[in-house]
T-cell receptor
Framework: QQQVKQSPQSLIVQKGGISIINCAYE??????FPWYQQFPGKGPALLIA?????SEKKEGRFTISFNKSAKQFSLHIMDSQPGDSATYFC?????????????FGKGTKLSVKP | DAMVIQNPRYQVTQFGKPVTLSCSQT?????MYWYQQKSSQAPKLLFH???????NEADTPDNFQSRRPNTSFCFLDIRSPGLGDAAMYLC????????????FGPGTRLTVL
């Protein structure tokens, strides 16, 4: 119940294309769903996040779509650029005390070809 | 401005030789976390502190210990590193457990020879 399943494991997209990464969860107590971006040799950095009371959140070229009934959420990167090449982790978090710890998906390695 | 600082960035140790990794933060956050991240894997939570209250994840090996002498600093001690402990070790902070954002440091890459 504490797992977050992420797919695909790797993704190759042409410059200008749309990158889509999907995640699914089981625990309905999760109330916060962030996406982290990690470049090689660096720590993860928060990219964008959503709460279950909205179905979509957009920040620039990055959009999270959230489907509460299906317990799924996805990251869309529009007009993908070579500089977006990184590993992306979805995560989920419960509320209160140590329930606030993040549960990470296994990550998606994105390569954007010029 | 660096907010979560980890030293050293790269650490090489020998099998069985104790090693200490350090983390400091300028954010004055209450919560500090240590994660282990192996190649091509997700970060795995080892410990977390709320102020000086220590919380150990159930599956964290006894070989790993942690200290938080004050709000700003947190240390990860590996008493007898094995080859399987080679990984990136990430420190992160958040203002509260329920705060949305965890801020990660750049990590320390540990190599065990």
């Amino acid at each position: 119940q504490q797992q977050v399943k992420q797919s695909p494991q790797s993704l190759i997209v042409q410059k200008g294309g749309i990158s889509i990464i999907n995640c699914a969860y089981e625990n309905t107590a999760f109330d916060y769903f962030p996406w982290y971006q990690q470049f090689p040799g660096k720590g993860p950095a928060l990219l964008i996040a959503i709460r279950p009371d909205v179905s979509e959140k957009k920040e620039g070229r990055f959009t999270i779509s959230f489907n509460k009934s299906a317990k799924q959420f996805s990251l869309h990167i529009m007009d993908s650029q070579p500089g977006d090449s990184a590993t992306y982790f979805c995560a989920a978090r419960g509320y209160g005390g140590s329930q606030g710890n993040l549960i990470f998906g296994k990550g998606t390695k994105l390569s954007v070809k010029p | 401005d660096a907010m979560v600082i980890q030293n050293p960035r790269y650490q090489v140790t020998q099998f069985g030789k104790p090693v200490t990794l350090s983390c400091s933060q300028t954010l004055n956050h209450n919560v500090m976390y240590w994660y282990q991240q192996k190649s091509s894997q997700a970060p795995k939570l080892l410990f977390h502190y709320y102020d000086k209250d220590f919380n150990n994840e159930a599956d964290t090996p006894d070989n790993f210990q942690s200290r938080r002498p004050n709000t700003s600093f947190c240390f990860l001690d590996i008493r007898s590193p094995g080859l399987g402990d080679a990984a990136m070790y990430l420190c992160a902070t958040s203002r509260e457990y329920s705060t949305d954002t965890q801020y990660f440091g750049p990590g320390t890459r540990l190599t065990v020879l």
